[in-house]
């Protein structure tokens, strides 16, 4: 499968190229350690750097800074092959967030001191929004960064953050003042082996996408110097946020396609072989009109993606439509996971087979990035004009 529709304009065959060089990395490096990854709760750290010498990562971001120049169509094929070979636990969608932070906001000087070393594995990166009290309400974090001299101060502590035990860069969404609520926000890098006072949590036990290391942190009196405020100007963190939330919430619904693929066709192989009252499972017509429904949604799927492809390129894509692109695509990747795990019956249910952890991990689809509820809050009030 391929996350191409047959005439999808934005497709060049670089495009191809890339992407048979991106299912031959993953297939070698990354489909055999699914499995090791999700018992130890962590990506292997030496993959990132597998992945870097690969050319996998940063294929947007400008030459100048190590990446490959291209635009954001490159990056969507990774973040499709990654999902079509059924693995959710590598965090390079969170590191592709973080290259974009820097690529559309970051000064010269952040760009050149961490971008190169995003491309090539040696730095891991996470975004740090979440608080224990705040998710969806982005307005209401209560981390601070008080400015004291050449340094920020940071206080304060976030969970559910993804790469959380591993990276090595992580953008903390922190209050700079907190008397102007969302006009006080600001990003701030915190570089974790120069950062006294930071501290990690647990790796948090999920129902699904056991193998990304997930996890609580914790700022006590954490000082950076003040050239890590992302931009270098106070109060604009909401605003950095809000524009790149467009690739954060795309990313899903690609993944949910790639999703979907994997499982639709596991479950088709599944059927062909196995056998109920002396015929294939994919002779009942039950099961006939379970796959026809399941294609069908996929293929609507697919032509939204690529339409919302085409809209990243040339800049476009509206936050209502990536809204829907991360809203329909983890739902319908919901249902029809759901219903392959049906016609696998009970094996269904048993970790041996692949179809149930995809059943599993796509569950966050819903919720981070946004919940599914916030995505139609956003979808409506574009409707309310
Ligand atoms: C595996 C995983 C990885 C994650 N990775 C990251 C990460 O890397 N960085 C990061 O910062 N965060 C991350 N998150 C956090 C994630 O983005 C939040 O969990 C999500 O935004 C929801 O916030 P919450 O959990 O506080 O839920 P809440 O905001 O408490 O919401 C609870 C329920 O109330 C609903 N609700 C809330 N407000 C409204 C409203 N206005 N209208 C209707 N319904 C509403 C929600 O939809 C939800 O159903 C991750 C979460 C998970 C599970």
Known sequence: MALFTDTAAWVSTEHRLYADGVQRFMEQSMAPNIESWCDQGVVDRDFWFQAGEAGIMGASVPEAYGGAGADLSFEAITIYTQAYLADINWGYGIQSIVMHYLVAYGTEDQKRRWLPKLVSGELVSAIAMTEPGCGSDLKAVASTAKRDGDSYVINGSKTFITNGQTAELICVV????????????????????????FQRGRNLKKLGMKGNDTSELFFEDVRVPV????????????????????????????????????????????????????????????????????????????????????????????????????????????????????LHGGYGYMMEYPITRLFADARVQKIYGGTNEIMKELIARSLDV
Not at 294 to 306: C, G, L, P, W, Y
Request: aromatic residues 8%; charged residues 20%; negative net charge.
């Open 174 to 197: 922190v209050k700079t003042d907190l008397a102007a609520g969302s006009k006080g926000t600001s990003l701030i890098f915190v570089e974790t082996d120069q950062a006294q006072g």
């Open 227 to 342: 050239d890590n405020l992302l931009g270098g100007i106070e109060g604009q963190g909401f605003y950095q946020l809000m524009n790149q939330l467009v690739w954060e919430r795309s990313m899903i619904g690609i993944t949910a396609l790639g999703a979907m693929d994997c499982g639709l066709q596991q479950t088709i192989e599944y059927v062909r072989q196995r056998k109920a009252f002396g015929q294939p499972i994919m002779a009942f017509q039950n099961t006939r009109f379970k796959l026809a429904e399941m294609k069908t949604k996929v293929e609507v799927t697919r032509s939204f993606i690529n339409d919302c492809i085409a809209k990243l390129i040339d800049g476009s894509i509206d936050p209502a439509t990536a809204s829907m692109a991360k809203y329909w695509g983890s739902q319908v990747q919901n249902e029809v996971l759901d219903e392959c795990v049906q």
